[in-house]
């Protein structure tokens, strides 16, 4: 708790199987019902982002359960606002040069560049 406390930014991140959100992070959004009951003010303070890829090709509503259940986990946090990166059909994409950090460098404020180290 101290961590998540500190952290300048939260990000859940998660691949998609059968539509939902893997046990681990299911197991992590569990762990903070002690936010649920007492939701913090941190807009404006902190960030929040919420990464989702599934290796499936495109179709309908692949990504409908997963968002909501982060979108449902962040608000509870106190987030108003947070932004979510979709990225599907991972199977049969290569991993192209840091895709998936190039887009997160896009999010105002998730990563800076210090030299050669990402924060």
């Known amino acids: 708790y101290q961590k998540i406390e500190e952290a300048n ?3 859940f991140a998660s691949p998609v199987y ?3 959100v893997t046990w681990l992070l299911k197991k992590a959004i569990d762990r903070m019902q002690v936010y649920f009951s007492n939701p913090r003010d941190w807009q404006g ?3 929040a982002c919420l990464l989702l890829t599934a290796g499936a090709k495109p179709y309908p509503d692949q990504f409908t359960a997963s968002y ?3 979108q449902i986990t962040l608000k509870s946090l106190g987030y108003k ?3 979510c990166i979709q990225v599907g059909d991972t199977d049969r994409r290569p991993y192209e ?4 950090r ?4 896009k ?3 998730i990563n800076r560049r210090k030299g050669n180290q990402w924060e």
Do not use: C, R, V, Y
């Open 9 to 11: 930014h939260l990000i």
């Open 18 to 20: 059968f539509n939902g």
């Open 45 to 47: 303070k902190k960030s």
């Open 68 to 70: 909501l259940e982060g």
């Open 81 to 83: 606002a947070f932004t």
């Open 97 to 100: 040069a840091g895709f998936l």
């Open 102 to 105: 190039k887009e997160a460098i």
């Open 107 to 109: 999010i105002d404020g």
